[in-house]
């Protein structure tokens, strides 16, 4: 009687799990089952198996994953990144506005933005009230070289709507400066040819390939590409060129001659290191008193140092002239000259905005953006303004009389994100003063750090263009991060 008790209670539970399993969806038994049994074969057909896994009109398990007996197992390499029944929620893929992901008023749910209670968007960027007028919105919508949103969308409320009429966001940025229409290949039309990512209109190929478009493949293996492209020190290219099928195509910032100034097999050259001061007014090697051998001066009989510029004759040594021409810099001259014996001969020769025993003033630093000096209301002196009755400011742009309202005057200073100056400066008559103890603030509302401006040889923007917002606007005939590319024929 025991036995047959415990047998019943057995074939019970049985049945009790059988009829569980039936009743869970499909996917999850399929998973309990391949989970549970990885030796078993699986029970669907092939076909049955994908036709779970794919998304309607889409990849199977979106191109995510492998699908096993129809239950999608997504590539996870970062935890949390790929996740869903069908790979289909991908966490970093959410839109950006100026850096934060959904703009900073949203959160992140299966690649799309929830936003936050008063705003909007697929990146949360547009507030639902502008509480800014129309020209101030203009003003923080245009770019770099002051056009509103590139031409490529509209302003709403100080952010750029790109104009996607086709729904496939190929144009972007805070500016919509990034049109992807540009990575399109003419003849298959997939982006990069389908061998690389575009990044902004740029194509950065898969290894193996090349070409604009990555429309060009290499004939030689990725690890001989790496192979050859390798320079003595272990970087590639030197860190100062672009390695294409095993062969360095050198950042040549100054063709004069044969060669540019980067130059070798592996770029491992660099003859600015041969310069007193790079910039675009000096173009001599060695001081002009040497030879230039892949980035190493040979200097001529009479002349020492490692660029040639102190006269054996001096009675000076070269850590005294050095010294002597520095002044309270970090770089002899100010970066601004060619030291020699303990003098400074200052860049440009001729131009007397540049001046003072060490080079240590600057004259053009007086000029604002319209090219008048100190705003047309004070004098220049050693590169600060000096402004005449009734102006402050480091340009002298700033009336010490206010005609408006202090709401008024705080409604007109108040950044996009509502802080007065970015919470960086105070603000006057409707415009922001930035701190004076942090040079490198600026900016209409103090939002810039020109810090970020890439230096070369310790000078910002390579002394070849000014520092915008962080970012180098070069003169004409350069371009580069930092400036350092001559794109003209011949050296200015």
């Known amino acids: 009687m025991y036995a047959q008790g415990i047998l019943k209670l057995v074939l019970l539970l049985a049945a009790s799990l059988l009829s569980l399993l039936t009743a869970l969806p499909p996917t999850f038994s399929l998973s309990l089952r391949s989970a549970s049994t990885s030796a078993s074969s699986c029970q669907l057909s092939r076909a049955e198996s994908e036709l779970r896994c794919h998304t309607p009109g889409g990849k199977l398990c979106n191109g995510r994953g492998q699908c096993n007996c129809g239950v999608c197992i997504c590539r996870v390499t970062e935890p949390g990144k790929y996740y869903g029944p069908l790979c289909e929620c991908h966490d970093w893929v959410c839109d950006t506005y100026d850096g934060k992901i959904c703009a900073g008023h949203g959160k992140c749910d299966c690649g799309k933005c929830k936003c936050d209670e008063g705003w909007y968007g697929e990146a949360c960027q547009y507030p639902t009230t502008c509480n800014v007028t129309r020209k101030k919105s203009n003003e923080m919508c245009k770019n770099s070289q002051d056009i509103i949103c590139s031409n490529a969308g509209t302003c709403q409320c100080g952010r750029c709507k790109c104009e996607n009429s086709e729904g496939n966001g190929l144009i972007y940025g805070k500016f919509c400066e990034c049109d992807d229409r540009e990575c399109i290949d003419d003849e298959t039309e997939e982006i990069c040819t389908g061998h690389g990512k575009c990044y902004c209109g740029n194509c950065?190929?898969?290894?193996?390939?090349?070409?604009?478009?990555?429309?060009?493949?290499?004939?030689?293996?990725?690890?001989?590409?790496?192979?050859?492209?390798?320079?003595?020190?272990?970087?590639?290219?030197?860190?100062?060129?672009?390695?294409?099928?095993?062969?360095?195509?050198?950042?040549?910032?100054?063709?004069?001659?044969?060669?540019?100034?980067?130059?070798?097999?592996?770029?491992?050259?660099?003859?600015?290191?041969?310069?007193?001061?790079?910039?675009?007014?000096?173009?001599?090697?060695?001081s002009g008193h040497g030879q230039c051998n892949c980035g190493r001066c040979d200097c001529k009989g009479g002349w020492t140092g490692k660029k040639c510029e102190h006269p054996r004759s001096c009675p000076l040594s070269v850590e005294e002239s050095t010294k002597k021409c520095q002044g309270n810099s970090n770089l002899p001259c100010f970066g601004r000259g060619k030291c020699e014996c303990g003098q400074c001969t200052c860049f440009p020769p001729g131009d007397s905005r540049v001046h003072g025993?060490?080079?240590?003033c600057d004259d053009r630093q007086c000029d604002d953006m319209a090219g008048n000096v100190c705003g047309g209301h004070g004098t220049c002196s050693c590169g600060q303004c000096i402004c005449g009755t009734g102006w402050f400011g480091n340009l002298c742009q700033h009336p010490r009389k206010c005609n408006m309202t202090e709401e008024e005057s705080r409604s007109l200073c108040e950044s996009a994100d509502g802080i007065l100056c970015s919470g960086k400066g105070s603000c006057h008559c409707g415009k922001c003063i930035c701190s004076p103890q942090e040079w490198y603030i600026s900016g209409e509302f103090c939002e810039c750090d020109d810090r970020d401006?890439?230096?070369?040889?310790?000078?910002?923007?390579?002394?070849?263009?000014?520092?915008?917002?962080?970012?180098?606007?070069?003169?004409?005939?350069?371009?580069?991060?930092?400036c350092e590319i001559w794109l003209g024929t011949e050296y200015p």
């Open 453 to 482: 401006c890439d230096k070369h040889d310790g000078l910002i923007c390579t002394g070849n263009g000014v520092c915008s917002c962080g970012n180098c606007e070069c003169w004409e005939g350069w371009n580069g991060n930092a």
């Open 204 to 286: 950065y190929c898969e290894a193996g390939w090349h070409g604009d478009k990555c429309e060009f493949q290499c004939d030689i293996t990725p690890w001989e590409i790496k192979r050859r492209c390798t320079s003595p020190d272990g970087k590639i290219c030197s860190n100062r060129g672009t390695c294409v099928c095993g062969e360095c195509t050198c950042h040549d910032v100054d063709p004069t001659g044969d060669w540019g100034d980067i130059h070798g097999d592996t770029c491992e050259c660099d003859e600015r290191n041969c310069k007193a001061v790079y910039d675009r007014y000096s173009d001599d090697f060695c």
């Open 357 to 360: 025993k060490t080079c240590e």
